[in-house]
């Protein structure tokens, strides 16, 4: 099992600021995901990275793949009561079919 | 809407108890994954089907089985229900089961073990 660690747990901020989450692993993995979670509800699925280095671009969200595949960032713009939610990062090895999830960063972004 | 569904929504119990949770996937995805999410534990991986296989084998218990019929369709039994099973369980599909599938989540099923 490949361990994701998430950081960090929890990022309260006011509407506006910028944020960064953290998704960090001693493993390679071939691919990494990014979910974001509302209480009660499914996890949505966000972005997949697959190349090192690669980044990717969703309105106000960057995500960014390490160069070894190990670790990948999500920051968020401008934040918005909207963003509040559970970040999951989740990632797959070479080896593996089953995705390993990270913790979590619960969000909270304040009016 | 994820376009993945699950019964029912809502699961109260209680201990030593069996249940069957229900998912239906995606249309046109083969593969389906059951996952178990408490507050101590966070999102865990319990078993992968992939057209009707098992696939990939989880932290899933003795006391839980799953399989996935003809129609895609999958069910996941608890038996012998425990307060410690009280928790959200999710059901995601994907088209294949590649390394970088991407995986859809249903609305999940709160189970409650009194």
């Known amino acids: 099992t490949q361990l994701l660690e998430q950081s960090p747990q929890f990022l309260s901020i006011q509407e506006g600021e910028n944020l960064t989450v953290y998704c960090n692993s001693s493993s390679v993995f071939s691919s990494l995901q990014w979910y974001r979670q509302e209480p009660g509800e499914g996890p949505v699925l966000l972005v997949t990275v697959v190349t090192g280095g690669e980044v990717k671009k969703l309105k106000r969200l960057t995500f960014q793949f390490g160069d070894a595949r190990k670790d990948s960032s999500l920051h968020i713009t401008a934040a918005q009561p909207g963003d509040t939610g559970l970040y999951l990062c989740a990632g797959s090895g070479s080896n593996d079919y089953k995705l390993s999830f990270g913790a979590g960063t619960t969000v909270t972004v304040r009016a | 809407d994820s376009g993945v569904t699950q019964t029912p929504k809502h699961l109260i119990t209680a201990t030593g108890q069996r249940v069957t949770l229900r998912c239906s996937p995606r249309?046109?995805?083969?593969?389906v994954y059951w996952y178990q999410q408490s507050l101590d534990q966070g999102l865990q991986f319990l078993i992968q089907y992939y057209n009707g296989e098992e696939r990939a084998k989880g932290n899933i218990l003795e006391r839980f089985s799953a399989q996935q019929f003809p129609d895609l369709h999958s069910e996941l039994n608890l038996s012998s229900l425990e307060l410690g099973d009280s928790a959200l369980y999710f059901c995601a599909s994907s088209k294949t089961s590649g390394r970088t599938n991407e995986q859809f989540f249903g609305p999940g099923t709160r189970l409650t073990v009194l």
């Open positions: 249309s046109g995805d083969l593969s």
